[in-house]
């Protein structure tokens, strides 16, 4: 199965090709590959903006794409996933971040075309989820749409020990991204 990650940001700096990692989303793929009986190939790992129908033509094909949310990529990220979600019904679409509205029960109402929207971290949480999507219900720490009503889970539990989490900067992550765009100039968090 492939799945894909939209961290997308804007061209930082004075240079024309210089973008920031995108290190939120690389930190889910790095915990999900680590995982033993992980079966998702990454597909892409987006972190740059472009025309919203080449993203769609991209991603319509995979099986889920998750969306890395923030203020600078709220209204993009939204645009590309209503898109997927009408030339791909079947395609799985996943929220993360701080930047929508989660405690709003009409959230699915507005946002139809999401499927999930995890709260807090998604290392854990993004991982458990993906292995139950026909049981969404047994997945701390999300809300999800039930036929446009916004169920809530229980939250999940907080990651006390960072040590147990994977790095993208040490387990080949972004050396593969690296090497997929050597005309970018990388700005690391």
Same mark, same amino acid.
């Given at each position: 199965?492939?799945?894909?990650?939209?961290?997308? +940001?804007?061209?930082t700096? +004075?240079?024309?090709?210089?973008?920031?990692?995108?290190?939120?989303?690389?930190?889910?793929?790095?915990?999900?590959?680590?995982?033993?009986?992980?079966?998702?190939?990454? +597909?892409?790992?987006?972190?740059?903006?472009? /025309?919203?129908?080449?993203?769609?033509?991209?991603?319509?094909?995979?099986?889920?794409v998750?969306?890395s949310c923030?203020?600078?990529?709220?209204?993009?990220?939204?645009?590309v996933?209503?898109?997927?979600?009408?030339?791909?019904?079947?395609?799985?679409?996943?929220?993360?971040?701080?930047?929508?509205?989660?405690?709003?029960?009409s959230?699915?109402?507005?946002? /139809?075309?999401?499927?999930?929207?995890?709260?807090?971290?998604?290392?854990?949480?993004?991982?458990?989820?993906?292995?139950?999507?026909?049981?969404?219900?047994?997945?701390?720490?999300?809300?999800?749409?039930? +036929?446009g009503?916004?169920?809530?889970?229980?939250?999940?539990?907080?990651?006390?020990?960072?040590?147990?989490?994977?790095? /993208?900067?040490?387990?080949?992550?972004?050396?593969?991204?690296?090497?997929?765009?050597?005309?970018?100039?990388?700005?690391?968090?």
């Open positions: 199965m492939n799945i894909s990650f939209v961290s997308v +940001n804007h061209n700096g +004075n240079k024309e090709n210089a973008y920031f990692l995108p290190h939120s989303a690389a930190c889910i793929w790095s915990y999900l590959k680590s995982l033993p009986n992980n079966p998702y190939s990454l +597909n892409h790992l987006l972190f740059r903006r472009e /025309p919203v129908d080449s993203m769609v033509e991209k991603l319509q094909h995979d099986d889920v998750a969306f923030y203020m600078w990529n709220r209204k993009y990220n939204l645009t996933a209503e898109k997927l979600k009408e030339i791909n019904p079947k395609i799985k679409i996943i929220f993360g971040g701080p930047e929508l509205e989660v405690t709003d029960i959230f699915f109402s507005k946002y /139809p075309f999401i499927d999930v929207h995890v709260i807090n971290e998604g290392e854990r949480v993004f991982s458990e989820l993906v292995f139950n999507f026909d049981n969404l219900s047994s997945v701390d720490g999300i809300i999800y749409n039930e +036929n009503r916004t169920i809530t889970t229980k939250p999940a539990q907080r990651i006390t020990d960072l040590a147990i989490l994977p790095s /993208p900067y040490l387990d080949g992550t972004f050396d593969d991204l690296a090497d997929k765009h050597p005309e970018i100039e990388w700005n690391c968090i």
